[in-house]
């Protein structure tokens, strides 16, 4: 059974510019959920979406976005990049609230801001 | 808004010994879940603790959960060398969070002979 997907892996990127990365759920989950890990902030929560519905947001600045397209799968977007930027961006699927699975994550993608 | 508080945040633990990460959390949930994380790695599913009383092994690990007292501990026995890794705890809040973790600063274990 093919697990949570993202790529790129890797991403370099200068200050000013826009990226977007990708999460493939599992198959058959609905919910996927993004985060941010970096050392001083620790995993912060971007935001989630469940059916192509953003349900939950994380406090980030509008710079942030997210969508969710009909076979589940979701990117997230940064434009207007900044050095704090720096981070390794997670994606977590679920089937739903309260699953006995909980939620499983990606391998992440690393991006650093030059 | 809910805090999540590990202890210790860092343990050396001698292989061999027993040892136990603690996790404590602010708003009454009765689902959190415990993950370990390699450095430079994702985050891997250890436990999903869905109710109170509710307690999980898996080899040398055992995750318990009492909601009443807001605190789950990881007990890990007679540690070896393939344990060191970073433990985050997590918790979300029934009806409320919509598939958000908040997750605790992580405790970093070292095991060494």
């Known amino acids: 059974k093919a697990g949570v997907t993202q790529t790129p892996r890797y991403l370099i990127k200068t200050r000013g510019q826009q990226v977007t990365l990708s999460c493939s759920p599992i198959?058959?989950?609905?919910?996927v959920s993004w985060y941010q890990q970096t050392p001083g902030q620790g995993l912060q929560f971007l935001f989630e979406?469940?059916?192509?519905?953003?349900?939950n947001k994380g406090n980030f600045p509008g710079r942030f976005s997210g969508r969710q397209f009909s076979n589940s799968r979701s990117e997230m977007n940064v434009s207007t990049l900044e050095l704090g930027d720096s981070a390794l961006y997670l994606c977590?699927?679920?089937?739903?609230?309260?699953?006995?699975?909980?939620?499983?994550f990606g391998s992440g993608t690393r991006l650093t801001v030059v | 808004e809910l805090k999540v508080e590990q202890n210790p945040l860092f343990l050396s633990m001698q292989e061999g010994k027993n040892y136990t990460i603690y996790c404590n959390y602010s708003?009454?949930?009765?689902?959190l879940y415990w993950y370990r994380q390699d450095p430079g790695k994702s985050l891997e599913s250890l436990f999903v603790?869905?109710?109170?009383?509710a307690v999980k092994q898996e080899g040398r690990l055992m995750a318990s959960l009492d909601t009443k007292a807001r605190l789950s501990t990881l007990h890990i026995t007679a540690a070896v060398h393939d344990l060191s890794a970073t433990y985050f705890c997590?918790?979300?809040?029934?009806?409320?969070?919509?598939?958000?973790?908040?997750f605790g600063a992580g405790t970093q274990v070292v095991v060494t002979p």
């Open positions: 977590a699927s679920s089937l739903r609230q309260g699953w006995p699975g909980g939620y499983t």
């Open positions: 198959s058959g989950h609905r919910s």
């Open positions: 979406y469940f059916s192509e519905t953003q349900r």
């Open positions: 708003t009454t949930s009765d689902r």
């Open positions: 603790l869905l109710s109170n009383g």
């Open positions: 997590a918790v979300d809040i029934p009806a409320d969070s919509w598939g958000k973790l908040q």
